[in-house]
């Protein structure tokens, strides 16, 4: 829906204020940037993370005692949705040497990688291949690949700082290192970056960047990327590759020297198991923003239940950082047919203030994301200068049309095509009318404990993409994300390919791992009534649950 006519009133105040506001940006007057004591300050007092509930402990498996967020918490200490004493591990449907588990930027750079080593791969993916939060990041990949004035070690300080310095060193490192090598990659395969008439990559500031380098290709830079490793693992489907979709992974499978060889199926078509047997298995199942921790709005896609969290928990990997999540500071809260959608940082890193009520700037637009976000709801709460919705939320502005008149008539079409063609279905032109923002559920900062080389502590269980932790500390930058999948996840695919044809070690096949957990819930007296990995978020009403693919349902609907 267009705005309404209140709302209409209220822009008239970002009107009034925006040719002071150019005038200040051309001279390069920029508003502060918080202390680190402010940043530290605001942050426990109106970051979600820190709220009180925001936490509790896990009651069971290797992390026992880890405060989280009870969402994830009640996932881990679940019953698995498969009966290890009905499930028949003598007859296998399919046997491969790497099983990719997930089909987005990061499972499928992974089966690339593995097929270019001569591995059988087999990429089985909960809903359409390429369905995933890949499909959905707009503003960029970060990589310092043009600038004389950049390098790996700015881009280095940038991302352990943005992760409170709690980063993991080696996995940073690698991610930074190998950053420029992707990008290069992507281009060969065909990905379309944007660029400047003399064909260098254009590049954009991000919030806590110190160096232009973030790239990117348009506003639906984590579609082209998708489509390019899409199309190219299509490409692949007679030389080594086979795509499962509609077939996301329930349980994994160990043999009997504690290694993973190969995972639970289940067809969300027939509604039948189904097992592989693999000489390595890749975790690439993405995130967790469908769980709506603290019942916030989510910019991810419909699968994204945290699935790979509960399937490498239960089988004794830990995790690490899922005490803090990351709410992008800007999803949009109005229309209500497009709440929680991302509202690109990209707006911001092109010149876009972000202003209350009154039409003010109130925080630079360059903070971290959780300082950004806790900035906004501070706004919202505290200082009672929201913007109010007609559905009682409130919001602050992006002001997008000052893009046009820092950069010319045109830009924000051209550069934001995505967000100018939604929003016009709406009734609304961003390139004349600021856009309404608040916080939004966007990325899980913890994960699996992984290495560098994309090892866990499982023999044959290798982790990429956001699945895994430690890369990104407790918060995340914009544009490592998509770097994040395509360093690790072409790392996971190269190891487990040599994994799968030097150090696989065969072995009887067991869920034995799933009986010891079952039982340890029961010894410890939890009762969730879960059963898990969720698969599918429940938007339902209670009965129509019941016949639903959820959190609660057990079995075949057979």
């Known amino acids: 829906m267009p705005y309404t006519e209140e709302l209409k009133e209220l822009i008239k105040k970002v009107d009034a204020t925006r040719s002071a506001r150019v005038e200040r940006k051309k001279r390069g007057e920029e508003f502060p940037l918080l202390s680190l004591e402010e940043r530290e300050e605001r942050l426990k007092k109106y970051h979600p993370d820190f709220v009180k509930g925001a936490r509790r402990e896990i009651r069971v498996g290797p992390n026992k005692g880890y405060a989280i967020s009870p969402e994830i918490a009640d996932l881990l200490e679940s019953r698995s949705r498969v009966d290890p004493d009905k499930i028949d591990l003598s007859r296998t449907d399919y046997e491969t040497d790497v099983l990719v588990l997930g089909g987005g930027g ?55 700082g943005g992760g409170h310095f709690k980063n993991i060193p080696d996995l940073v490192r690698t991610l930074v290192m190998e950053a420029p090598k992707v990008l290069a990659w992507l281009e060969g395969l065909g990905c379309m970056f944007s660029k400047s008439e003399d064909g260098r990559l254009k590049s954009l500031h991000g919030g806590g960047t110190c160096r232009k380098r973030m790239h990117y290709a348009a506003d639906i830079t984590g579609a082209e990327i998708m489509r390019t490793l899409r199309d190219e693992a299509k490409n ?10 509609f077939v996301p992974a329930v349980e994994l499978i160990l043999n009997e020297h504690g290694h993973c060889a190969g995972a639970v199926l289940y067809n969300l078509e027939t509604e039948e198991y189904c097992l592989v047997k693999a000489k390595a298995v890749i975790m690439a199942t993405g995130g967790s923003g469908r769980l709506h921790i603290q019942g916030f709005m989510t910019t991810n896609h419909y699968g994204a239940t ?14 690490n950082f899922l005490h803090t999540v990351q709410y992008h500071p800007t999803g949009a809260v109005f229309p209500e047919q497009a709440e929680g959608l991302l509202i690109t940082e990209k707006f911001r890193g092109a010149g876009a203030n972000v202003l209350n009520v009154e039409g003010e700037q109130f925080v630079n637009e360059r903070e971290p994301r959780d300082v950004e976000s806790a900035s906004f709801i501070r706004e919202c709460t505290d200082m009672k200068k929201g913007v109010p919705t007609p559905t009682g939320k409130m919001g602050v502005w992006i002001d997008s049309p000052m893009i046009d008149v820092l950069k010319g008539p045109g830009t924000v079409e051209k550069e934001f095509p995505g967000k100018h063609i939604l929003f016009r279905r709406y009734g609304i032109n961003i390139s004349k009318e600021p856009m309404l ?43 490592n994300s998509l770097l994040d999948i395509t360093v690790f996840g072409r790392i996971a695919g190269k190891n487990a390919a040599l994994y799968a044809k030097e150090k696989a070690k065969e072995g009887t096949l067991t869920l034995d791992h799933v009986r010891r957990y079952h039982k340890e819930i029961e010894e410890a007296g939890v009762q969730t009534g879960v059963i898990s990995p969720m698969l599918l978020p429940d938007y339902s009403n209670p009965e129509i649950r019941k016949r639903q693919l959820t959190s609660h349902y057990e079995g075949t609907i057979r």
């Not at 890949?134 to 970060?142: C, H, N, R, S, W």
């Not at 945290?306 to 995790?319: E, F, H, Q, S």
């Open 437 to 479: 923002v608040y916080p939004t559920l966007h990325y899980q900062n913890g994960g699996l404990e992984f290495t560098a080389d994309c090892d866990t502590s499982i023999p044959g269980l290798f982790a990429a993409g956001e699945v895994g932790g430690g890369i990104h500390g407790e918060n995340r930058l914009m544009g």
């Open 236 to 245: 692949r489907l007679d030389q080594g590759i086979t795509i499962l979709e």
């Open 306 to 319: 945290g699935d790979g969290l509960v399937l490498g928990y239960r089988a004794g990997l830990k995790v």
């Open 106 to 160: 990061a499972g499928t750079s992974a089966a690339l990688l593995a097929q270019e080593r001569g591995a059988r791969v087999i990429l089985a993916t909960k809903l359409r291949h390429g369905d995933a939060n890949t499909m959905m990041a707009e503003g960029g990949i970060q990589a310092a690949s043009k600038d004389t004035k950049d390098s790996p070690y700015y881009h280095y300080l940038d991302v352990m």
